[in-house]
């Protein structure tokens, strides 16, 4: 049975209910996370709820819960639901008011909803043959920073993948890449790792900012370069980098193959030291 935390209470998912009128149903006004749990070990939980915070500044709304309480919820949550990886979604709204207005409501009662899905391995034939991605022109709002549940941009983008029999769309503004429509993006250009910069025009991914850190500590060159749409064509290798998909490389884009059309050398030694990470996280040793 699927168990929820819906404002203080713990329960199946059928009996979780929120008002018609609540503002993420109405208006999107809300922030969520997406945080993996390996062995029932939260990865990386103190930056998840860092970007928390800084989601819910974005949008002016108060934190509800104390970094020790999320905490607690979250591990009380992972303890009642089935599976050792779970994938643990976290969302806050404005809650409901008792109008439709557009404007904040005063007080505000915040709708605080957090549930448990099993976290799947990614397919093998995924990992062996690697994934086809296409790119879209980034329509998105100047926030993007902001993990906001306003995802309509991102579900369009994610169905033209699909339409196209692709797992992921690459978004470009400007002639530069930004991320992916539910991921962040590295290149590989001559054995070095590079990714766009952190800046309002894309999602601070925390499996992004963990690449970052276990390259530098395993001598590999990695980083932050603006990437133009000339450098992602011509990469040796591209990968999509998140929470539930860990990382993928990408071996065609918009029906071109890139490099040799396999999954490249840096991405393999990448996620081999991903998995030994992941291994230590089951075995308490990482946070
Ligand atoms: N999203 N950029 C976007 C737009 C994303 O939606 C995501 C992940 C990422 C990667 O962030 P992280 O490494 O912290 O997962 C980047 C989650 C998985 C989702 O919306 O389901």
């Known amino acids: 049975m699927q168990i929820v935390y819906l404002n203080e209470k713990f329960l199946p998912v059928e009996q979780a209910q929120v008002s018609v009128l609540d503002r993420g149903f109405l208006f999107a006004d809300g922030v969520y996370e997406v945080i993996p749990a390996y062995g029932r070990h939260l990865l990386r939980l103190g930056d998840h709820l860092q970007r928390l915070q800084s989601s819910l500044d974005g949008i002016r709304l108060s934190n509800p819960l104390s970094n020790e309480r999320w905490t607690q919820l979250l591990n009380e949550l992972i303890s009642k639901n089935d599976g050792d990886d779970q994938s643990i979604y976290v969302q806050v709204t404005r809650g409901a008011a008792e109008k439709r207005a557009h404007a904040f409501p ?44 306003a995802l309509l941009a991102n579900v369009l983008a994610s169905q033209q993948a699909v339409d196209k029999n692709a797992s992921e ?71 999509i980098t998140s929470s539930t998909r860990e990382i993928l490389p990408v071996v065609t884009l918009d029906g071109k193959i890139i490099a040799d059309g396999k999954p490249g050398a840096v991405w393999h030694r990448m996620i081999d030291i991903y998995q030994e990470y992941k291994k230590r996280l089951r075995s308490g040793e990482e946070s």
């Open 106 to 149: 005063v007080p505000v009662r915040h709708t605080v909803f957090c549930m448990s899905t099993p976290l799947l391995p990614v397919s093998k034939q995924q990992l062996l043959q690697g994934i086809a991605a296409i790119t879209l022109d980034d329509i998105r709002w100047h926030a993007c920073h902001i993990k906001s549940t």
């Open 169 to 239: 769309a690459i978004l470009l503004r400007d002639g530069m890449v930004t991320e992916g429509a539910v991921s962040n993006i590295f290149i590989v250009s001559h054995g070095v790792m590079l990714t766009p910069p952190k800046s309002p025009l894309l999602l601070p991914g925390i499996t992004r900012d963990l690449i970052i850190e276990l390259a530098r500590s395993n001598a590999m060159v990695c980083k932050e370069q603006e990437i133009s749409e000339h450098a992602l064509r011509g990469a040796d290798e591209i990968w």
